[in-house]
């Protein structure tokens, strides 16, 4: 029996650490775009629509569950990741098997004077009219909207990986804007540093939650920047979804135990697709 685990994050990090620990076969699941986490376990990036001559992620996800005799599925994305989600909830449904999420709490913008949650990113446009250096930590997709900035504007976007070469030959002839290419996690005084040095006077960045991002919001309180943070996407609502990690794992812990008791052994089917 093996767990997939679909991770990407540092909780998910923790939640294959913890698995080997216990014992439990896993594979770690990630895309691999930016980096490979150090794990003494089995390690698979590049998506499932490689196993799908249509490039279907769920017909991929299915072959790949019975190919490699999945007996499990752990949703520890990241919060924004709601298609990777939704693929796992239908493939798990497909294939009768459990499916545990671990859903990192968001951080609440209640009583923080300089946050403001916003639904879309075009809602935080109308927001940074009045700045004239916003800083943009949502990754590629702020290369987007640079045609919707004002004129007096100087945009600062930061991401794990540059833009591709379309893009890069698009935005050629630009020179209001800076691209930082950087990978997490970052310290608060890595961030203080880059908000002194880049003189941004606002952040726009994703309620990605968890401990591991705080260090800008904590930074932009020190120089006294607002900071205006894109909602999450709303995943798909499946059976068991915890918001600690010991919690998730305890319940895989208890059901692996069940199955070694079962003669039976879980089902793996997918012949519902």
Same mark, same amino acid.
């Given at each position: ?144 909207? #640079? *045609?919707?900035?004002?004129?007096? +504007?100087?945009?600062? !976007?930061?991401?794990?990986? &540059?833009? %591709? ?26 961030? #203080? *540093?880059?908000?002194?040095?880049? +003189?941004?006077?606002? !952040?726009?960045?994703?309620? &990605?939650? %968890? ?37 998730? !794992? ?24």
């Amino acid at each position: 029996m093996t767990v997939l685990l679909l991770g990407g994050t540092f909780e998910a990090k923790a939640i294959a650490r913890q698995l080997q620990a216990t014992d439990i076969p896993f594979v770690y699941s990630l895309a691999g775009i930016v980096r490979t986490p150090d794990l003494d376990g089995e390690t698979f990036t590049g998506g499932f629509s490689q196993f799908s001559d249509k490039k279907d992620p769920t017909e991929g996800l299915v072959r790949y569950i019975k190919n490699r005799n999945i007996s499990a599925i752990i949703d520890a994305t990241h919060p924004f990741a709601a298609n990777m989600s939704a693929t796992a909830a239908r493939v798990a449904s497909l294939c009768d098997l459990p499916l545990w999420r671990y859903y990192r709490p968001a951080w609440v913008t209640k009583n923080q004077r300089n946050w403001q949650e916003v639904d879309s990113r075009e809602t935080a446009l109308t927001l940074i009219t009045e700045y004239k250096r916003p800083l943009f930590t949502i990754g590629l997709q702020a290369y987007e909207l #640079l *045609t919707e900035k004002t004129n007096s +504007q100087h945009w600062i !976007i930061r991401s794990a990986t &540059s833009p %591709g070469e379309e893009q890069q030959h698009a935005l050629r002839h630009r020179q209001d804007y800076s691209h930082i290419n950087d990978i997490g996690p970052f310290k608060f005084d890595n961030e #203080l *540093t880059l908000l002194q040095e880049t +003189q941004a006077d606002v !952040i726009i960045c994703k309620n &990605s939650g %968890g401990q591991v991002g705080l260090a800008k919001l904590d930074a932009a309180k020190q120089v006294g920047i607002p900071v205006i943070l894109l909602s999450r996407p709303i995943k798909v609502t499946v059976e068991k979804q915890f918001d600690t990690i010991e919690e998730c !794992i305890f319940c895989c812990k208890q059901w692996f135990k069940k199955q070694g008791s079962n003669t039976n052994g879980p089902k793996h089917n997918g012949s519902n697709l």
